[in-house]
């Protein structure tokens, strides 16, 4: 599997569990006073799949996603997604680094 095939299946796994989710979450089914709060999450939802999303290589997106979840911000919006129900990054990261290690990237830096 070629480098941008492996980047691929990573980004749809993201995609698939933790940004479409929000992305998806319908406003009229959250109380009046977190709907706001909503639209903020998925605006920064979009903002950080498009990151993902532009053309990298499986690496990149790799060392890109652990980057994201040792910031500050990403503890926050954790903490903002979980209130309303939500998942974050860190929700998936077991999975994520299984997958990733199947498809030969992490710690061993192949591919």
């Known amino acids: 599997m070629s480098e941008r095939d492996v980047a691929h299946r990573l980004f749809d796994f993201l995609d698939q569990h933790a940004f479409r989710p929000v992305l998806h979450a319908q406003p009229e089914h959250y109380p009046e ?4 709060q909503l639209r903020i999450l998925q605006a920064d939802t ?4 498009q990151r993902f999303h532009a053309p ?16 500050a911000a990403e503890r926050d919006l954790h903490a903002r ?19 990733a290690s199947d498809l030969g990237i992490g710690t061993s830096g192949a591919l």
Do not use: K, T
Request: proline content about 2%; cysteine-free; aromatic content about 6%.
């Open 56 to 71: 990298v290589s499986a690496s990149d997106l790799y060392r890109s996603y652990h980057e994201m979840l040792g910031s």
């Open 33 to 36: 006073a977190q709907r706001e």
């Open 46 to 49: 979009r903002a950080r799949r």
């Open 81 to 99: 997604l979980h209130a309303l129900g939500l998942p974050a990054l860190e929700d998936i990261r077991i999975d994520f680094e299984q997958m």
